[in-house]
């Protein structure tokens, strides 16, 4: 019953973090397209309906949601609020607020959409980097929490007696609680030392 209502929960979530991933990906091409349409001679909004049709799903559906919001007659800010929300990403956050920006600035924006297109594939490689850098420290993080586990098992199996000691008295049981503790906090710290905020 406990998985039944957990599991759902966890997939939506999984599948929220690879669409997420999914549409970070397609953020700098995106941003390119739109910059080479505004080059082109296109107004902004142009330039977007453009760039939304050249984009593929996810992020390319966002875009032409942006884009029907804009014709339908919300503010161009309140729509790239919108979708900024809709997407929940860093690199979103940066996207809208430059262009944002550019645009209150009277800037060159084709420029800032290159230059912000450049800084979310440098954030990009950086987190691979900082994943491939940190990836035994997550490996060792799944061992601090398997190891005890199997190494039980296997003391079961060879001298089960003994081994159930641990759970038929109370002094057993008390020391499976502190086992447990200490091995719930060494797999959450080598998770928190691994995790680098970027």
């Known amino acids: ?49 453009f760039a939304a049709s050249q984009t593929p799903a996810p992020f390319g559906e966002e875009m032409v949601a942006t884009k029907r919001e ?33 645009l209150s600035t009277g800037g060159d924006l084709p420029k800032g959409l290159a230059i ?27 061992l601090v929490a398997v190891v005890p586990v199997a190494m039980l098992l296997v003391t079961y199996s060879i001298n089960p007696e003994q081994t159930s000691l641990l759970w038929t008295t109370a002094a057993g049981w008390g020391l499976l609680v502190a086992l447990g503790a200490m091995d719930v906090a060494g797999f959450f710290a080598i998770q928190w030392i691994c995790a680098i905020k970027m």
């Open 116 to 142: 912000i297109a450049a800084t979310v594939r440098a954030r990009a490689a950086m987190r691979r980097r900082i994943n491939a850098l940190t990836a035994q420290g997550r490996l060792e993080a799944g």
């Open 1 to 49: 019953a406990l998985a039944g209502w957990r599991l759902p929960v966890l997939f939506r979530r999984l599948r929220r973090s690879r669409m997420g991933k999914r549409q970070e990906a397609q953020i700098p091409p995106a941003l390119d397209l739109l910059a080479n349409g505004m080059r082109a001679g296109m107004s902004f909004v142009q330039a977007w309906g």
């Open 70 to 102: 804009i014709d339908l007659g919300l503010p161009l800010e309140k729509a790239l609020e919108n979708m900024r929300r809709r997407v929940e990403s860093e690199d979103m956050d940066l996207t809208v607020a430059s262009i944002r920006l550019t």
